[in-house]
């Protein structure tokens, strides 16, 4: 009798901890499922949950951000690794840590600094009104731009094409963003600073079906224009380096190679710098076989084209330097990196004058210029035409802070729209040979900044801004070129030698102050009451 009982009260014990067992598991999951729920319809915060009695360690309490990261973790992809799921911690961390410091509860992603930069009353500066006289070319308000519907690439002027606009449209309105961009160039700038039209213009160039290739006549290395449906142009620069080389120490300035991300990533410097005298350039990823080869009526192009061992379309043209089957251009089989800038208007619409720079360098292997010899040599040309009045010069010493930060020595030449004489800016053409170098700096490209010791007061802020925390100016660059269709443009050590650098030309300026007895000598305002 007694071992009966014992056997019973066993099993009852047995199912009693079995209820028990399933009971918590019971109330564990309602808790799991129906608490967070009630938290996101409810907006509770931590201290209610832990008012409930959820344990300070729950997953509950890590709220949704941890949630999230596990599933990053678990499921990052069927070929991911570690090293994967590492850098998206990482990542997300960084989102993380960037919110709860920058944003603090506002809820809002933090802010671009490219955004802030042009936001800064420094890039808020009025430029000076613009009359008629000031504009690059008066357009006639009712001349249409279209194409023939049958698909042929001809322009309609307005007296072939309709005479009525659609409704809130003008007559401007139907040019492409070429044109546009055509038509705005004044005395002032080549763009405005906020330009609803760069986008669709880059865009353009790196999208646009290209109707026709040529080499471009002149210069040391190969160049090709190319042609859209639009009667669009742009200049094309193939890519000749990959990222990371560096030219080699013992080549001279004037044999260098000419680079396609250099042309890129000097465009939006330049706007950075707020200068704006640089054409509009994007990266673009060409077929050699159907965007040149097949339909290129350069015959002297057409010839050059072969298939190399490796099985790749190859081609090198006519021209003074690496145009030869050992310097060929190669595509991976027939895709070919390169940099389209917009063309600027026509010498034959718009003269443009070319002026022999003051510090050009000798282009001789042993030979120095006179800048080089005389350190007075700025007391000379304050006096010469046309640097002896206006801005040519501080202008001139603009372009000598671009060139210096991407080191670039092969600015023998710039240009000028005739049309505007001495009172205008000076174009920043032909780029390519910038960003060859990072590990050293080429201080003689600073020769007319150190010796004339002058310098625009809005440039020189502006310098200074960039070299803040808050507008790193690798920083900016680095999210500028980040919208490129060839982005990574530049190798990392390209960006922080920019700063390197910057740091460097407000060391020149901070030197001509010192020994300065009149400081409005070196800093010439240009803002007065504007800034």
Request: glycine share 6%; hydrophobic share 35%.
């Amino acid at each position: 009798m007694r071992r009966r009982l014992q056997t019973l009260f066993q099993r009852k014990c047995k199912v009693s901890l079995l209820f028990l067992l399933f009971l918590a598991l019971l109330v564990h999951l309602v808790m799991d499922l129906v608490l967070p729920a009630a938290c996101r319809r409810c907006g509770c915060d931590m201290e209610a949950l832990k008012a409930l009695g959820v344990p300070s360690g729950s997953p509950v309490l890590a709220g949704p951000k941890k949630l999230n990261l596990r599933i990053l973790q678990d499921f990052s992809g069927s070929n991911s690794s570690l090293e994967k799921s590492s850098q998206l911690q990482g990542r997300a961390g960084e989102l993380g840590h960037q919110r709860q410091h920058g944003e603090g509860n506002t809820g809002r992603t933090e802010r671009s600094k490219l955004e802030a930069l042009f936001e800064h009353p420094l890039y808020n500066i009025p430029v000076p009104a613009v009359t008629e006289t000031d504009k690059l070319f008066v357009v006639n308000p009712m001349e249409k731009f279209s194409l023939r519907s049958s698909g042929s690439d001809e322009w309609v002027s307005s007296s072939k094409a309709e005479t009525l606009l659609p409704t809130g449209k003008t007559a401007y309105d139907t040019y492409p963003a070429w044109l546009k961009f055509h038509v705005g160039i004044n005395r002032h700038e080549l763009y405005p600073r906020r330009d609803p039209l760069m986008p669709t213009l880059l865009r353009d160039l790196a999208t646009q079906r290209i109707v026709s290739s040529v080499q471009k006549s002149g210069g040391t290395q190969l160049k090709l224009i190319m042609t859209f449906p639009n009667f669009g142009q742009a200049l094309f620069k193939p890519m000749k380096q990959t990222r990371d080389q560096e030219t080699p120490i013992d080549f001279f300035y004037f044999s260098d190679f000419e680079r396609h991300n250099a042309e890129i990533a000097a465009f939006h410097l330049d706007r950075i710098l707020d200068f704006r005298r640089i054409p509009p350039v994007s990266g673009r990823l060409v077929n050699i076989t159907k965007e040149i080869r097949d339909i290129t009526t350069d015959k002297k192009l057409a010839k050059t084209f072969f298939i190399s061992p490796a099985g790749n379309v190859c081609f090198y043209g006519e021209c003074s330097y690496y145009c030869s089957t050992e310097h060929a251009l190669c595509g991976k089989p027939d895709r070919l990196e390169g940099s389209m800038a917009a063309l600027l208007p026509d010498k034959t619409l718009a003269k443009r004058r070319s002026w022999r720079s003051p510090w050009r360098r000798s282009y001789h292997k042993s030979k120095k210029a006179e800048w080089e010899l005389n350190p007075n040599y700025c007391a000379q040309v304050r006096q010469t035409p046309p640097y002896d009045r206006g801005h040519r010069l501080l202008d001139l010493i603009d372009m000598t802070v671009l060139d210096f930060l991407m080191g670039n020595m092969d600015r023998h030449h710039y240009e000028t729209f005739e049309k505007f004489g001495n009172d205008t800016f000076l174009l920043h053409l032909d780029n390519g040979r910038g960003f060859g170098t990072h590990s050293r700096d080429e201080l003689s490209i600073l020769a007319p900044l150190q010796q004339c010791c002058s310098i625009k007061k809005s440039t020189y802020l502006r310098l200074q801004l960039l070299a803040t925390p808050s507008y790193r100016l690798s920083d900016l660059l680095r999210e500028a070129l980040a919208t490129d269709p060839l982005a990574p443009v530049l190798a990392e050590p390209h960006l922080r030698a920019l700063d390197r650098r910057l740091g460097k030309v407000l060391a020149a300026v901070g030197h001509c102050l010192a020994g300065a007895a009149h400081p409005d000598k070196v800093l010439v305002d240009d803002v007065g009451s504007r800034v």
